[in-house]
């Protein structure tokens, strides 16, 4: 299979006579042209390679910690506790009649998936330039596993918050059934503003250092410790721009819908928020393809 390939290039190596330059065949390849292409069929052919890809995302990023995959669980419930220390004990601020921690929660799991994913995927053609140098495969494959090995943090981050419902004796409500679009959405949000962090970072490598920058700003402009109805009305609109809005506000509509005092589904700003990334992500696309035949060159 592939893997096996890849693996069998740099396993043994031979002594064989010496070869003449100008018997060994020139291969080159080329960029395709005219329309940009997704190259579907290479990517499914590369499967197992971004299987290969996503499960040494999860090993590795946990590998030489001391609690290890523990992490994953404390670090949605470390934060619920600091915000609900600071911004539902300390600074009051409204959480729509639910409980702050729930309140949090649910919009904290959702957006640690996006901006882990984001993070990831922004940093990942640098992070695997070894392997862009040596071998060819579809370079989207390095990306999207950012956003699949993210999915594991994500189940485990939601599990616990199914806990803190059922602690709170919060009823699912059938509105639950929308959760996979939220989710949904913030894959696409999260792969679409990855492409083009990946893609730059590649030549302008500054861009490390402002991804955390601007997940710090984004998150407070975000409603994940605050609620949308706490901006006035007429404001709310700049709120809805930002594409990750829907997906909170999503997401806190579909579990804990049923006990805020606004209960009314996020349909403008899900609308708004869904537009958006869906024209980020064909323009993230189009830029990583038309540069990508760029990285291995400058990586």
Not at 20 to 31: L, N, Q, Y
Not at 124 to 134: E, H, M, W
Not at 255 to 265: E, F, T, W
């Amino acid at each position: 299979m592939i893997l096996e390939e890849l693996a069998g290039c740099q396993e043994t190596t031979t002594t064989s006579p010496p070869v003449r330059t100008d018997e060994i065949p020139a291969i080159r390849i080329e960029p395709s042209k005219g329309r940009v292409s997704l190259q579907l069929r290479e990517m499914w052919k590369y499967r197992e390679l971004l299987y290969f890809l996503v499960w040494r995302d999860v090993k590795v990023r946990y590998k030489q910690t001391v609690l290890g995959v523990a992490w994953i669980v404390l670090q949605p419930l470390l934060s619920t506790v600091v915000f609900t220390v600071i911004f539902g004990i300390l600074l009051k601020v409204p959480s729509d009649g639910a409980p702050y921690a729930l309140f949090a929660l649910a919009a904290l799991v959702p957006w640690q998936y996006f901006s882990g994913s984001m993070s990831r995927v922004g940093t990942s053609l640098v992070n695997s330039a070894n392997l862009i140098t040596k071998v060819y495969f579809p370079r989207l494959i390095i990306p999207l596993s950012g956003v699949l090995s993210t999915l594991v943090d994500f189940t485990i981050g939601f599990a616990v918050l199914i806990i803190l419902l059922i602690v709170y004796r919060v009823p699912l409500t059938p509105q639950v059934v929308w959760l996979p679009l939220f989710l949904l959405l913030a894959i696409v949000t999260a792969l679409g503003f990855g492409l083009w962090l990946a893609a730059l970072n590649v030549r302008y490598r500054d861009i490390n250092y402002l991804i955390g920058f601007l997940l710090q700003i984004w998150m407070y402009a975000t409603p994940v410790v605050f609620g949308a109805t706490l901006i006035p009305e007429r404001y709310r609109w700049l709120m809805a721009l930002n594409p990750i809005t829907g997906v909170v506000e999503g997401f806190r509509w579909s579990l804990i819908g049923g006990i805020l005092q606004d209960s009314n589904p996020p349909g403008p700003s899900m609308a708004v928020s869904a537009t958006i990334s869906l024209v980020v992500l064909l323009a993230g696309l189009v830029f990583f393809r038309r540069t990508e035949r760029t990285f291995a060159d400058i990586i």
